[in-house]
């Protein structure tokens, strides 16, 4: 069975910085393209940033300039690093494979407020 379990949220205030972790169980990661994800109160969930099998990254229009995802395959782990932290960027954060996701995690709050 594969465990996602996300890590490295918190307070931060505007214009602060955060590193998720995402540490995958039960599966190697190897050949999937992993996604970040978050969900705010009373929105849907919604792609942040994605890695390919070969690293390539993309990041959608929220992220751009701001966020890095990488990976390390070997020991199953995916990363956010965000950068210059909106209040907007406050929700929950996830990440997952982007085709045929496994069963979700608890996630990782973050929040931006002064």
């Known amino acids: 069975q594969v465990q996602l379990v996300e890590s490295g949220g918190g307070l931060v205030q505007p214009g602060g910085s955060l590193r998720l972790s995402c540490t995958v169980s039960g599966t190697t990661i190897n050949v999937y393209t992993m996604g970040w994800y978050r969900q705010a109160p009373g929105k849907k969930r919604e792609l942040v940033a994605q890695v390919s099998s070969s690293g390539t990254t993309v990041y959608q229009d929220i992220a751009k300039g701001r966020f890095a995802i990488s990976r390390d395959n070997a020991q199953r782990m995916v990363y956010l690093e965000m950068n210059n932290l909106k209040p907007e960027d406050t929700a929950k954060y996830y990440c997952?494979?982007?085709?045929?996701?496994?069963?979700w995690g608890q996630g990782t709050q973050v929040t931006v407020s002064s």
């Open positions: 997952n494979r982007l085709v045929a996701s496994w069963d």
